[in-house]
């Protein structure tokens, strides 16, 4: 596959850096705020959460190799970042519009809301998962390769901790969840509508056909040789028991916050957002690091300290914090510290298994990427935290409507830190053939 010809100009980090940032947001909105909406004006049922999640991770793994093989044949990620970007935040929007069903059609709203949740991811992943991560993948080279892989690793937190500080204020306290969808998504469109205009054209790559389109998609189904790369093997399960525990129990932070601690949803936003962006910090020595080549280093480092913060929030109590103030400095420095571990493990991941993608096939493996890193932790993480959330998290009888409610309190964290350190075990065989590959690196060269 031909390399792209074009050198990292203005252009290229402005696309990279507004087009990364608006995905995060949108999906920040997907991962917060959408289980918060649920919450608020659908039912407390986890059971809904669990539905979206395990349809959304179906669509979107579906969207990425489908779009990934499609882009790849193609040799034109533009159109479709474009297009899909576009068609996101329409849909972004529209998902708003089920908390105008009738509130005694409990099971209509459900419904509406899983399949409205499925339609966005979708579009999501043809734009985001697949062909921008894609195209992020045919421009990095080896003197940017630690700055791209910092830019993707800090952009979900800064998505996370922007989105959810300007969505607690957007939400307010009349929970007006209809104006946060469209502010949101109608910055996804217009990134989207600039994409097409302002991409550069050098970035487009030689088209790779590979027999039909559906023997090409399913050629990356050949797992008698995918297993053969021990190192990504390793190293994708090592990210699957990572992100299981981190989408166990993340996904409810906010409701965590709001319903268990007793904070408003603007308080919630700045309680996650003030640690997040201090623990930011941690992407410019991991970038270095990454740039000699420490990333089996990085990684055990990454999971000790996501584990450890997710750990430290267990024992806290609705007696532990004062809901008058932020600066609860044992709960901020928990999600500081778990916060360093998931930039520094992200940024490790990405970097990693993109150095190890065949050049010819990199959009088709982005969905190999969201196989172990959104499909099976999202349902994992999303039936560990159903499991948990029913049988030790706070349940009450809604006297209005007859039906159970379940509030997430710490056994959740500790349910997902557990499954985080258990993503150690994997890593450790990702070890040698990563070093082997590395000396025959050096040797080449």
Known sequence: ???????????????LWCLGL???????????????????????????????????????????????????????????????????????????????????????????????????????????????????????????????????ATQPVMGTLLGTVIGGYLVGSHDNYMRLFIVIGGMVILFGIMTLFTMDKRDDIEPSVRGSFWHQFASVFNFKEFFKQHELVALLFSMMFF?????????????????????????????????LIVAMLVSIPVAALINRNRHFEVGIFSILACAAGLLMIVPLKPSSVSTDTIWNWYLLVSIFVLGIGYVAFLQMARVWAKQLFPKDSRGQFEGIWILFFVLI??????????????????????????????????NIFLAGGICILIALIPLLFARKPFKERVARQNDSE
């Open 1 to 15: 596959m031909k390399e792209s010809k074009r050198t990292d100009g203005a252009r290229m980090w402005i696309l």
């Open 22 to 152: 608006a995905g995060q947001f949108c999906w920040n909105l997907e991962n917060q705020w959408f289980n918060t909406f649920v919450y608020a004006k659908i039912g407390k049922d986890p059971s809904i959460i669990t539905g979206m999640l395990i349809c959304s991770a179906a669509a979107t793994t579906f969207s990425t190799f489908f779009f990934g093989t499609w882009s790849d044949r193609t040799g034109n990620r533009r159109k479709f970042i474009g297009i899909g970007y576009i068609l996101w935040g329409i849909f972004t929007i529209a998902f708003g519009l089920t908390e105008f069903i009738p509130k005694d059609l409990f099971g209509l709203a459900a419904v509406s809301v899983v399949l409205a949740d499925t339609i966005m991811s979708f579009f999501g992943s043809m734009a985001n998962d697949s062909c921008f991560n894609a195209w992020t993948n045919d421009i990095m080279h080896d003197g940017n390769r630690g700055q791209v892989g910092a830019a993707l």
């Open 243 to 275: 992100a299981i525990g981190w989408n166990g129990c993340y996904a409810y932070m906010g409701n965590y916050l709001i319903y268990y601690m007793g904070f408003s949803p603007s308080q919630m936003g700045l309680i996650q957002a003030i640690p």
């Open 377 to 410: 932790p999202m349902i994992g993480g999303a039936l560990l935290s159903q499991g948990v959330l029913k049988t030790s998290g706070e349940m009450f009888r809604d006297l209005e409507s007859g039906r159970m409610e379940y509030i997430p309190n710490g």
